[in-house]
């Protein structure tokens, strides 16, 4: 008896060892630092989906459920493959995080688009796939005609899509790594850049659980102060999401024209407003520092900026008889913020046919552009190439006349009583040129592709600085669809590149090339 209870001892340890060699040790994994990464992105996917088949469930505009969630079971299906099967080295190189990074979102839009294809929302997989880039990279360019009559939960998929690009997920999946012994400061650099890096605590999952906790408390005080103006509990969420996420997208054809409330609107300018604020100038005023706002230049800056333009333009607007004076300002106000914020909502309506930017005059118009393209403040949810970019550029031209001038001069550019260094200097311009030739180059495929040339500078513009809306035939009261299919191609492409920053998808492309150079000198020694 004493050897039989032996004997089952020493199996039992035997057993135990190997499964825990299965489940713990995984010695068939595959080291793969993007692929572990994009496996945490698309499981955080899962939630939002799910969310959006419950509610799909228990409304009666459809019966689109089973479809959202077979995208919620292929999406979790294949994010705990990439987890279970492959691991993360202790060492996280810069070439491995804007990989990881950039494979991140194609991925999770690639997934994000099933749910739309899947419930037949969008007939084709390139326009379901053109959708969901515009939902994660906070765009709001649509492709969905009629967007009303769609099911709920289908639409609401749409927003929420947005609210996760708007913080990021990469963002929200480095709160795992630290767990897993794996720095990810790197990430949170990649994702929400700026000149310097500004952690809000001395633990990375720390400052990630932080930000994430202030973005939904915002998105609730959102929430809140839409149901007080009179929106159901459906369209103050679902607003709500796109609000904080400075996104864009409506479950209504007229967007936020169709309550036609300036209430409403005042509302959503303030949640924009914040939205393209740096999250660390929110997180210090949380924490008892008010007064922080008012410390930052590029703050200081941002809300000028928007000022400025919305009363030009509306007192322009007003000029050229396109509405009396109180439209005007409701309009230039509402026009300025939403695209100076990336939020891309649009406000006209029958009663309100003045809310179309597109129809504007030249002059207004031609303010929007430049506010289109600086977008809002580092480390906030906006697109563009944010506030303190444009001051780094515009003082760093001075400091150059003034060298140019005066050759023995000593300047430096600085903001406030802080020199940026070079590297920071060479960075930034860098970015800018960038911005510049890849928005020349859209602009000469996109009219090449047959649109004219506003449609084609202002939607290649729109799209880099995720702003949704652009001028010409993509207005705010049209949709992408006046673009061909190769057109929203190109237009896909810019999206991604203007949320990750440009240098994430450009060095992975690069790392690519070389790799391919490298192996084709190979094959040729052998």
Aim: proline share 4%.
């Amino acid at each position: 008896m004493t050897m039989v209870l032996s004997t089952v001892r020493q199996v039992r340890a035997v057993a135990k060892g190997a499964v825990h060699q299965l489940l713990v040790d995984r010695p068939w994994n595959v080291t793969s630092r993007v692929g572990f990464v994009v496996g945490l992105g698309l499981l955080f996917l899962v939630p939002g989906m799910l969310l959006a088949t419950l509610i799909e469930w228990g409304s009666s505009t459809s019966n689109s459920e089973v479809s959202l969630g077979l995208g919620a079971l292929v999406t979790v299906a294949a994010g705990v493959l990439l987890v279970t099967f492959t691991r993360l080295d202790e060492d996280l190189p810069p070439a491995s995080v804007f990989a990881a990074v950039a494979w991140t979102w194609i991925s999770c839009s690639f997934f994000g688009a099933l749910p739309l294809w899947f419930s037949g929302a969008l007939s084709s997989f390139d326009n379901a796939l053109f959708e969901a880039v515009s939902g994660m990279t906070a765009t709001g360019s649509t492709v969905l005609s009629p967007i009303e009559g769609t099911g709920r939960g289908v639409l609401m998929w749409r927003q929420i899509m947005q609210w996760y690009g708007g913080m990021g997920m990469v963002v929200l999946a480095v709160t795992i790594l630290p767990f897993l012994g794996v720095g990810g400061l790197s990430l949170i650099t990649v994702e929400a850049p700026g000149p310097t890096s500004d952690r809000l605590a001395p633990r990375v999952s720390s400052t990630a659980r932080r930000l994430w906790a202030l973005y939904g408390g915002i998105t609730v005080a959102i929430a809140a102060a839409l149901m007080i103006t009179g929106l159901s509990l459906y369209d103050a969420v679902a607003h709500a999401f796109t609000t904080a996420g400075t996104g864009g997208f409506s479950p209504y054809d007229h967007s936020i024209g169709h309550f036609d409330s300036t209430a409403v609107e005042a509302v959503m300018m303030a949640g924009m407003l914040i939205g393209g604020v740096s999250f660390t100038l929110h997180w210090r005023a949380a924490s008892g520092n008010p007064r922080a706002y008012g410390r930052s230049s590029e703050f200081r800056t941002y809300l000028i900026a928007v000022g400025a333009a919305a009363v030009v333009m509306s007192l322009l607007n007003w000029a050229d008889d396109l509405s009396d004076l109180p439209n005007s300002f409701r309009n230039g106000f509402f026009g300025a913020v939403t695209l100076s914020t990336s939020g891309g909502f649009a406000n006209a309506s029958d009663a309100n046919p003045g809310g179309d930017f597109a129809a504007w005059t030249p002059g207004a118009q031609a303010l929007l552009l430049p506010l289109m393209v600086m977008g809002g403040m580092t480390g906030s949810t906006a697109g563009g190439l944010k506030v303190l970019r444009a001051q780094v550029m515009a003082k760093y031209m001075r400091v150059g006349l003034l060298r140019v001038k005066h050759p023995q001069v000593v300047a430096r550019v600085k903001l406030g009583q802080r020199a940026v260094s070079e590297p920071i200097l060479q960075r930034v311009a860098g970015l800018v040129a960038l911005y510049a030739l890849s928005a020349l180059v859209a602009t000469f495929v996109l009219a090449a592709l047959g649109e004219d040339l506003i449609t084609s500078s202002s939607g290649a513009i729109s799209a880099l600085s995720n702003m949704g809306p652009a001028l010409g035939d993509a207005g705010p009261t049209s949709n992408y669809l006046v673009f061909t299919r190769p057109a929203r191609g190109v237009l896909m492409a810019l999206m991604l590149i203007g949320r990750l920053e440009f240098f994430a998808i450009f060095l992975v492309v690069v790392s690519a090339y070389e790799r391919t150079r490298r192996l084709h000198r190979v094959k040729l020694r052998r």
